[in-house]
């Protein structure tokens, strides 16, 4: 057994060596970018919920389960390379006491005998089996070459998912092949449990060279699989714990990140472009944190099949986003890594690629690409590994708006209107209160201090003051609050734009003047509490102005009607005898988890038939209007407010309802659009979930 060891124990150090090579070039890469101390302080402040999420994440597979026939495969392949490290342990054990003695029954001491490890071992390794064989179906059954971009694994690099494949169903025939053998030998540790091993040794002959060859073709396909996995995307094996650990909880999404350059928030007032990194103009600009995002995609193309751009023929797809950036990045690796004297003799090739714009026509990521993205969320929440591709598309977008002055021309009106008028209409200031003038009561406007005896201030918004359907919103959440005896006041003309259009544009300078207006605004008025019932104001004051030292109490509208009805201090009589489908805003749902209350009013009013949606909730379809898209045109395929409301109409509903101004706006839109041609009813209309409420109350 002598030789066995020498040839084992050479290949096991020779592949660590490349692997540990692979791995340092790696890290080396990924610590040119820029320092983000800020992901290992939170994960040190919150160990419990990381430790959680490693647990839920990680082990529990938590979100590939909600995808049940590939989550379930890829469980227990997952779960096959934890519980087969017993074998290896047991293989190199038997290797290197073969050598000394001349004889292997090694066994791991304990429990290295023990019946049901032995059954977990062959189960698992079966279990495996079963999943590679669901893996190939899936992938045949998905293949590009059917399916088009109809397909998730569209853009993916097909080569290396079928060469682990492959890799993977060697290590399992092999080893069942080694343990075989050596319970035809008598050698195997196992009496009774492992089943398939005991069986196969049944049948196999007493052959001592036998059992020398498979142990070490076993170990041998094993080590040659850890060099091609630190090289292939099946790195997330050992990348994808790292990237949960210090990913943002509960999830990338919510606030976006304030900028930040050599890991400290950048401070506008003293910010020179020159030496400061303004968002990402090439790939060195992107954080630790976003190269181990490159590490970990596992191409599996779960973002790509949610997203409302790719779903709607658009160029944008977030893995390729994610896939382009890492290709870039480990083709000019070479040159960002080497000596100032190496970097004098690089091949002109690569040279080349350093010149290419991170951003641009002949770049690495098309503008177009860049400009597609909604902010909605969906390829955030359905990643199971937690890359913030959000994250990757705004810091891009803030250095082409903050440093380039690079992007869609009608933006530029939007931006213009929220730097010198407040809003992005350019509508004056004092229009923000003509709603009230329609009220039967009054509203307080908050001039200097809130009242002491007003509880809530409700936060308008843009759309909410401004805009003629939004209106109708804001007329019914505060004739709701009139009616159940909440106190509330509104700022009127000192209320301004809460920055969202801006900073999801990337024009963060903007924001950070908005924001910091309205903070000041807030508190100096005593502001403790506020209900909005936009969900991107929700969102930007609930989430970011914490950023900015604005901290206040912040519900949804449909939070605090849901709240009233539950208390009976709203009591929807009158029968609305209509099929009504519900739409999930974006920065509702998927950004904030507020499912339930909208339905929850719903599902309280007489006579309504809810209708879900095949796309609803945490797979929710955007209205297209997120990222500053509202005033973006649209030019590239088909609308996604069209085939969000193609979907709506599937259920045959009589209104379409919505929890969110931009909804309302985008829906109604596709909706009138539809009736011009014919193609809905002429009733059919797009309401808030409020106008639903006070409809049922005021008739009652």
Not at 385 to 398: A, G, P, S, T
Not at 559 to 571: M, S, Y
Request: aromatic share 8%; net charge negative.
């Amino acid at each position: 057994m002598l030789w066995v060891a020498i040839v084992g124990l050479v290949a096991t150090a020779v592949a660590v060596a490349l692997a540990g090579r692979r791995v340092l070039f790696l890290y080396r890469l990924a610590t040119s970018g820029q320092p983000a101390p800020e992901r290992i302080e939170y994960a040190k402040e919150h160990a419990g919920a990381e430790i959680k999420a490693q647990l839920v994440e990680v082990f529990g597979q938590r979100k590939l389960l909600k995808w049940t026939p590939s989550g379930t495969a890829h469980f227990f392949v997952m779960w096959a390379f934890f519980i087969l490290l017993t074998v290896y342990i047991e293989a190199y054990g038997a290797v290197i006491q073969g050598a000394i003695t001349g004889h292997s029954d090694f066994h791991i001491p304990l429990i290295g005998t023990w019946p049901v490890l032995g059954f977990l071992q062959d189960f698992i390794a079966v279990a495996c089996l079963l999943g590679l064989v669901a893996f190939t179906a899936i992938r045949i059954k998905n293949s590009p070459k059917k399916l088009g971009r109809g397909s998730r694994f569209s853009g993916s690099h097909l080569g290396g998912a079928w060469l682990v494949l492959f890799m993977i169903f060697n290590i399992i025939w092999t080893l069942f092949l080694a343990r075989g053998s050596a319970a035809a030998n008598g050698t195997f540790p196992y009496d009774s449990g492992a089943f398939a091993s005991l069986a196969i040794g049944r049948i196999l002959p007493h052959s001592e060279l036998l059992e020398q060859i498979a142990l070490l073709l076993h170990i041998g396909l094993m080590l040659v699989f850890l060099v091609i996995v630190v090289n292939s995307k099946h790195l997330h094996i050992f990348t994808a714990p790292l990237n949960v650990l210090f990913s943002r909880r509960p999830d990338g999404m919510g606030p976006a990140q304030p900028m930040r350059s050599n890991g400290k928030v950048l401070d506008f007032e003293e910010a020179d472009p020159e030496v400061e990194v303004f968002g990402r103009g090439k790939i060195t600009d992107t954080s630790w944190k976003g190269f181990l995002d490159f590490y970990t995609c596992t191409e599996c193309g779960r973002c790509q099949s949610q997203c409302p751009a790719w779903n709607t023929d658009k160029p944008l797809s977030p893995k390729m986003l994610i896939l382009d950036q890492r290709d870039h990045a480990f083709a000019i690796a070479p040159y960002l890594l080497a000596g100032e004297k190496e970097k004098e003799s690089f091949p002109e090739d690569v040279l080349a690629l350093l010149d290419k714009p991170l951003v641009g026509e002949d770049g690495v990521i098309h503008p177009d690409v860049l400009w597609s993205c909604t902010n909605c969320g969906a390829c955030v929440e359905q990643c199971p590994v937690d890359i913030e591709h959000i994250d990757h598309i705004l810091d891009m977008r803030r250095y082409q708006v903050m440093i380039e002055s690079s992007f869609p021309s009608e933006a530029g009106v939007m931006l213009k209107n929220l730097e010198n008028k407040g809003n992005p209409w350019g509508m004056p200031e004092m229009k923000r209160a003509e709603w009230i003038e329609e009220l039967d009561f009054e509203v307080p406007i908050v001039d200097s201090t809130m009242p002491e005896d007003v509880e809530y201030l409700f936060w308008v918004g843009c759309a909410g003051a401004l805009e003629d359907r939004a209106k109708k919103t804001t007329k019914a959440v505060a004739e709701l609050l009139h009616i159940a005896g909440v106190k509330f006041g509104v700022l009127g003309p000192m209320e301004a734009c809460t920055g969202d259009p801006a900073r999801r544009l990337g024009m963060e300078f903007l924001f950070n003047m908005l924001a910091q207006q309205n903070i000041e605004t807030l508190n100096e008025a005593g502001v403790k509490k506020i209900v909005a019932t936009c969900p991107h104001c929700f969102n930007t004051l609930a989430n970011e102005y914490p950023q900015l030292g604005g901290t206040y109490e912040v519900v949804h509208h449909t939070q605090l009607l849901a709240h009233l009805v539950e208390e009976g201090r709203l009591t929807p009589i009158t029968p609305i005898e209509e099929k009504i489908t519900y739409h999930d805003p974006c920065f509702l749902g998927r950004h904030n988890k507020v499912y339930a209350q909208p339905r929850d009013i719903m599902a309280k009013v007489p006579g309504v038939q809810a209708q879900e949606m095949h796309r609803c909730k945490e797979r929710g379809f955007c209205c297209g209007a997120g990222g500053a898209r509202m005033w973006m045109e649209e030019r590239i395929g088909k609308r996604i407010n069209t085939e969000r409301v193609d979907e709506a109409l599937t259920t045959d509903p009589d209104t379409v309802s919505t929890a969110c101004p931009f909804c309302l706006v985008m829906l109604g839109d596709a909706i009138n659009e539809k009736k011009n041609a014919g193609q809905a009813k002429e009733s059919l209309e797009v309401v808030d979930v409020a106008q639903l409420l006070i409809k049922s109350i005021k008739q009652g």
